[in-house]
């Protein structure tokens, strides 16, 4: 009994150590990537009950696996952030939230902006054209492109939406958006007194309402007010795994190749993402549907080097994507430098078959970067 158990804590640590080299690369590791994980808990079933029948020295290799298969391999998080409730608010909030493509219901949308409170809500899969978007928020920025929309309580200085033509051409998805915003800063030189903090709403915006404008167009702006700090925001929606997955689930090996060109297009989507994020004017926070897991070979190469704000400071397994089985986190907000995340949750169902994830950032970079 007990060389079974330490033999099934080898096998959940190989699986532990593997999943982010392999996960992504090599198709049978990808189907357990974006597969339910839950199967690999399985043995626990046999193996807990019978150390406590037979060999109680058997339940310290258990519970070790027990602790890898709901930590790194099923994703729970319980960070100390997390725990301890966070240290405030912070100075934004933003929401990402894929709508699924379907008709979404605006009175639910406005409902959760209400109870949450984001000061951006970015979607993807957002067939709500601009004009009922704005309708329905008033007094906020709005933007609409090809599916991507974006709802901000601060002025949209600049709009640009990289062209997807070549991602088309080659049957990917490859929504990349990079919005400048301007940020209230309190401790800013020259914040006005009285400014709104963060997460205040803003009834009469100082900057005009941008209109809208070809999508390869970048938008004309306005002067950021005094006491405001810019920051970038990234809107991103990139190439599903689903074909795949799904060719690979009809043919295994036999769609190897299938398996290759879905992961190849899917690296570039993330080399042309990324690209678009160094090349950010300002401090840069990421959100949008990434379609793929912190534990993906491609999340590895191109994004671990962010804080990933539900790891950092979220509570519980934050499965963004479900299945009528499972659910899986390939939704995400990341802080790149000079952000840190004081909270991170998962939002309730507003119809889609993913969740909003919403994160509480805060500045700590030098008091001058971002400020126009």
Request: include cysteine; charged fraction near 20%.
């Amino acid at each position: 009994m007990l060389a079974g158990a330490v033999l099934y804590l080898v096998v959940v640590v190989a699986i532990w150590v593997a999943l982010p080299v392999l996960g992504d690369r090599w198709w049978p590791a990808t189907l357990f990537l974006f597969g339910p994980r839950q199967v690999v808990a399985l043995p626990l079933l046999v193996i807990v009950p019978a150390a406590l029948l037979l060999r109680r020295r058997a339940l310290l290799p258990a519970a070790l696996a027990s602790a890898v298969v709901v930590g790194p391999i099923l994703g729970f998080s319980a960070s100390l952030r997390a725990l301890a409730g966070g240290a405030g608010r912070g100075d934004l909030r933003v929401a990402s939230f894929n709508t699924g493509s379907r008709a979404m219901s605006m009175e639910r949308l406005k409902a959760f902006v209400a109870e949450s409170r984001p000061d951006v809500l970015a979607l993807q899969e957002c067939a709500t054209p601009e004009p009922q978007l704005t309708a329905a928020f008033p007094g906020w920025f709005v933007h609409a492109d090809r599916g991507m929309c974006l709802v901000s309580r601060y002025p949209l200085m600049k709009v640009e939406s990289r062209d997807r033509s070549d991602v088309w051409r080659e049957g990917g998805h490859g929504a990349i958006l990079r919005y400048a915003i301007a940020l209230p800063d309190r401790a800013a030189p020259g914040a006005r007194a009285g400014s709104p903090g963060p997460g205040a709403a803003a009834s009469a915006p100082d900057a005009p309402q941008p209109a809208a404008s070809a999508p390869d167009a970048p938008r004309p702006s306005a002067q950021p007010a005094p006491g405001t700090r810019t920051f970038s925001l990234l809107n991103l929606h990139l190439e599903t795994p689903r074909e795949a997955i799904e060719a690979l689930m009809r043919g295994l090996w036999k769609q190897a190749a299938e398996h290759d060109r879905v992961i190849a297009l899917r690296t570039w989507e993330s080399e042309l993402a990324r690209q678009w994020v160094d090349e950010a004017p300002h401090p840069a926070v990421i959100v949008g549907d990434l379609n793929m897991p912190v534990d993906s070979a491609i999340y590895r190469r191109f994004w671990a080097g962010f804080e990933n704000a539900f790891s950092r400071a979220g509570l519980g397994f934050g499965a963004t994507k479900r299945t009528r089985w499972f659910g899986i986190r390939i939704d995400h907000v990341l802080a790149g430098p000079g952000w840190t995340t004081e909270r991170a949750w998962i939002g309730p169902d507003l119809g889609s078959d993913h969740l909003p994830i919403l994160a509480d950032l805060r500045w700590t970079g030098s008091p001058g970067e971002g400020s126009p």
